[in-house]
């Protein structure tokens, strides 16, 4: 996904920042429609041709954008690409936790995931570099990046081997609707551990992705751009580039270190210091406008890669094989809603919710801080209750 760190700037060359806010919005949109029925798809027809049809998803809406004039080809291509991110999203760890299961070694998983997201942090730090330093000469070169990855991709899912998982119940689920499937996943949530690791997630995707929302317009006001000065065109995508490809090693550190966190720590002491983390961050963006904050923004995917591989690890023995991926996508779902709805909460209190002013984007982290606090004493309080349960 090289283009990352370049697709804001892509479409402000091509349609008005009104109408780029729009294309975001119906990306939102159409992830939130593509992603449980994903899932279910999975669930039911396989890992290896869901993650095939998320390759292909990438592939045209690259295609899309590279031939993208104005709005009706970049909706198109918004609406594709949330096809390939919702496609993907617990499809890929299901297809690790089922194979390595039916080949009995599924006590490795925790290692492997976290190995997996090491590995995949790590190539999205050198994609969305290499995406801003080609976007100096053109934008669109990212997406032609991209498109040589979906590619590889796509390879690379035909040889997966499906992991078929053939007891009773597994066969039976097959056999049901998808209203069936959807109730069966929530009843899930009775279980108070899965219930507060569901709570944990929801928060956790919600904060984790406010400095990234708003680090951008941190940078405008910042006048970052001097800092590439021995450079004329193209400052800003080499700049963002680099910055998110920093984050991106960041997590990459986290993934790598999170195993053996959580052997340390626990998983209820990990994931509260994961919330303290981003908590740190949104904190040290909201009180102080100055270059040395931004060292904060490079470790906005430390905490989430730090818990990811622990709470998979302890999720998955949980779910049954024929739940998982649309468990998964419900979690995902949830996260994405609790989000939009924080987005939708700051814009009414705030009175710049575009974040334009220093003094209106500190007031937007500031209560952004404010929610994460209150999130964190909550887990807090009632985590003993969810130890003596499970």
């Known amino acids: ?46 890992r290896r041709p869901t993650l095939m049809l998320s390759a292909v998803f990438f592939l ?4 899309s954008f590279i031939l993208a004039e104005g709005m009706p080809a970049l909706l198109l291509g918004e609406i594709l690409l949330a096809g390939g991110i919702a496609f993907q999203s617990g499809s890929d760890t299901s297809l690790l936790y089922d194979s390595l299961k039916l080949l009995k070694r599924d006590a490795e998983y925790g290692d492997r995931e976290a190995r997996a997201a090491q590995y995949g942090l790590i190539a999205l730090a050198v994609s969305t570099l290499v995406g801003g330093a ?18 590889l991709s796509l390879a690379m899912a035909f ?30 949530f009775a279980d108070p551990f899965l219930a ?88 040290g963006l909201g009180l102080a406008l100055h270059p040395a904050i931004l060292a904060l923004v490079m470790f906005r995917n430390f905490p989430m890669a730090m818990v990811q591989a622990p709470m998979l690890s302890t999720i998955a023995p949980r779910i049954a094989s024929h739940h998982r991926a649309t468990y998964l996508s419900l979690q995902s779902l949830a996260g994405r809603l609790a989000f939009s ?17 220093w003094a209106g984007l500190s007031e937007l982290l500031r209560w952004s801080l404010l929610i994460g606090i209150i999130g964190l004493l909550a887990l807090y309080v009632t985590r003993r209750y969810i130890e003596r349960e499970s």
């Open 341 to 357: 709805l924080m987005l939708f909460v700051l814009a009414s209190i705030s009175n710049d919710s575009a974040g334009a002013s």
């Open 196 to 283: 507060w690791i569901l709570a944990f997630y929801v928060i956790g995707y919600a904060l984790q992705h406010v400095p990234y929302e708003f680090y951008q317009p941190y940078i405008k006001l910042l006048d970052t751009n001097n800092l590439f000065s021995g450079l004329q065109a193209g400052t800003t995508s080499l700049t963002s580039g680099v910055i998110i490809s920093i984050s991106m090693f960041g997590g990459a550190w986290g993934a790598a270190s999170s195993m053996r966190l959580f052997k340390r720590l626990g998983l209820f002491r990990l994931l509260m210091l994961g919330l303290i983390i981003i908590c740190v961050i949104i904190a």
């Open 134 to 151: 080609v976007g100096v000469w053109d934008l669109r070169l990212a997406y032609v990046v991209g498109i040589i990855a979906a590619g």
């Open 159 to 188: 040889q997966f081997t499906e992991p078929v998982v053939s007891d009773d119940a597994a066969v039976a689920a097959r056999a049901s609707g998808f209203f069936s499937q959807l109730k069966d996943c929530v009843r899930y």
């Open 1 to 46: 996904m090289p283009w990352l760190s370049v697709f804001y700037l892509f479409f402000l060359e091509r349609v008005s920042m009104e109408q780029a806010i729009t294309l975001g919005a119906v990306y939102y949109l159409a992830v939130v429609v593509f992603e449980v029925p994903s899932g279910y798809l999975s669930d039911r027809a396989g």
């Open 60 to 63: 045209l809406s690259y295609i």
